[in-house]
């Protein structure tokens, strides 16, 4: 099979994240045989690789430090901390992985699932930092699948004051990319591919299954 390296893509808000240890991990990923345990560490990495690129664009402020050497001016984080929000179950998957890369960040968790048979998504619970609108949010989800639980979560986020916010996901579909920037094109997706499409049931294709099943060793 003739095979091209996947391109950087920077583009209408979305960023697909080519480097080569990205691609190798995930290819590791999609395999159906790779164990559970091995499928949380690969997702844990991928997330740390995704989040350096998701955060880009963090603000900066000078600050004066002493080094061993001598005093100089310096660079760190500028404002409150960053706010990590897991799309509940799967999600956190990938949250344990930004948490290694910013320890001190805060979290919220926002807890879909999809109807069987609508693939709309039910809400069940919300939990967020109180000044959660003050700071640049993060949102994980391994699977940008068909786009409706990344949109009834940001909805969710706008309405308790979020105005700044990055999506991040392991995989994503062309569908779920167009739901997702249609009703929230201020909001920027960071992935590591997208994939050909959607199957009849929602599910990505060729994809790598149920992310959460996968994860968790469920069923």
């Known amino acids: 099979m003739d095979m091209t390296q996947p391109a950087a893509m920077h583009d209408e808000g979305v960023v697909v994240v080519s480097h080569p240890l990205v691609q190798h991990k995930l290819t590791l990923l999609r395999e159906r045989h790779t164990s559970t345990g091995e499928f949380r560490r690969l997702a844990r990495e991928l997330s740390l690789l ?86 640049i949010c993060l949102v994980v989800d391994p699977m940008l699948a068909t786009g409706h ?24 579909s062309p569908e779920g990319i167009a739901c997702l920037r249609k009703a929230h094109p201020d909001v920027r997706i960071v992935t590591c591919a997208i994939d050909r499409g959607l199957d009849e049931h929602g599910y990505i294709r060729p994809g790598l299954g149920d992310a959460g099943d996968r994860l968790f060793g469920t069923k």
């Open 149 to 172: 639980s990344a949109v009834a979560a940001i909805d969710r986020l706008k309405q308790a004051g979020c105005a700044r916010m990055v999506f991040v996901c392991l995989l994503a």
């Open 50 to 135: 995704l989040g350096y690129e998701a955060m880009r664009d963090l603000p900066l402020e000078a600050v004066e430090i002493d080094t061993p050497m001598e005093r100089m001016q310096a660079w760190r984080l500028a404002g409150k901390k960053l706010c990590l929000i897991s799309i509940l179950r799967a999600g956190n998957g990938i949250l344990d992985g930004l948490l290694d890369l910013v320890p001190s960040a805060r979290v919220g968790h926002v807890g879909l699932y999809r109807d069987p048979e609508t693939l709309e998504p039910v809400e069940y619970y919300l939990k967020l930092p109180d000044d959660v609108g003050n700071r």
